[in-house]
């Protein structure tokens, strides 16, 4: 899921929020995630939780990833606490668009 969290946050323009079903599993989507963005050209300014693999935190400036473990995710539910964001659905021809969730 991606959030545009730009009218409503001063430090990211759009949150990225996604599951894995296991620690391990959310470690690997992680370490993907780093690789393609690398070879696009983008290094991230920071990460948070790799170790434990419950949540982890991808800092991209003005896009910050977030993967949680499937049961953490329900818990913080970010898609509620930022529910003001409009969610931007990725087609399959990969065009956005915005809709409020």
Not at 9 to 15: G, K, L, V
Not at 64 to 91: M, Q, T
Request: glycine fraction near 4%; charge should be negative; hydrophobic fraction near 45%.
């Amino acid at each position: 899921m991606v959030l545009n969290v730009s009218a409503v946050s001063s430090f990211a323009d759009y949150f990225v929020i996604c599951h894995g079903d296991s620690n391990r599993h959310v470690r690997a989507i992680a370490k993907h995630i780093e690789q393609k963005m690398e070879e696009a050209g983008f290094a991230s300014l920071g990460i948070e939780g790799y170790a434990e693999g419950k949540w982890i935190l991808i800092d991209y400036d003005d896009v910050v990833v977030h993967l949680f473990s499937k049961p953490v995710r329900e818990f913080y539910d970010l898609e509620r606490l930022w529910s003001e964001a409009p969610f931007v659905e990725i087609a399959d021809d990969k065009s956005l668009s915005e809709t409020k969730i």
